[in-house]
């Protein structure tokens, strides 16, 4: 019996779930009797640890009550070339119901307006049922709005790590305050070999926070992490937080345009 989170991949294509598992986690998933999959995942990131569980299965798998409770995320891979691509998804709605994950992704290897299920009517159908669409090889890759861009956005297989990697997992184990810091420095320090590239600023996690509380308890850290950034880079950076300051206590970024 697994006692980690788990993580629910199952597909409506051609395209297996060890396919897919071994494409996030670099690992070859073990498979078992009945045709399940079962890979374990540590997800590391700046602020937190987790140990979690990839779970392949296919539709005839039988799950119980205990199982199904630990799901925490579903992910589930549609065939964008079929007439039927959206309709084949109804096979797995009592695995969503009965499971009831908090993190719902609905991929495909890609999906325009030249698929037989095109990004429109997938999107619309994820917009009905609480799933995030994400393209594992989109053909088109929206341009950023600048070069100067902070955080760029994430895309492929980048984006349904990241996707994971955003869950508040319930075993997580944050990290010490100096662990990130010593984190953050490093991802902060000029390349020996030349200016680094794009312009540092902070983290996404931590511009995403909407908990004033956390927000000051990382204050200190960033402010040793950003001393030795060039005055124009401090300026830009102090400039997110107090954006970020200003959205954890309920204001409206547009009334700061006006400062």
Sequence with gaps: MNDLPSIVVVS????KPKSIIKLITKENPVEHTCGLIKQPWKIDTKYYSAFVTFFGMPGTYERSDE??????????HMDSNKESGLDDLQQWEKLETECDPEIKLLISNYCNDNTK???TAATDWCLN??????ELYPSEIPRADSDEDIIPEKFGVNRLIEALQAHTWSNLVMKKNKDIS???????KP?????SEGTPGLPEDLLGEDDFTELFSHLHMMKDSLQSLPVAQRKQCAEQMVTAFWRAIGGDEEELLDL
């Design 12 to 15: 409506s294509s051609s395209t």
């Design 182 to 188: 010593k984190q953050n420095s490093e991802a902060l």
């Design 67 to 76: 199982f199904n409770s630990q799901v925490e995320a579903l992910v589930i």
């Design 117 to 119: 299920i095109t990004k």
């Design 129 to 134: 049922r609480g799933f995030e669409l994400i």
């Design 191 to 195: 390349n020996s070999d030349g200016p």
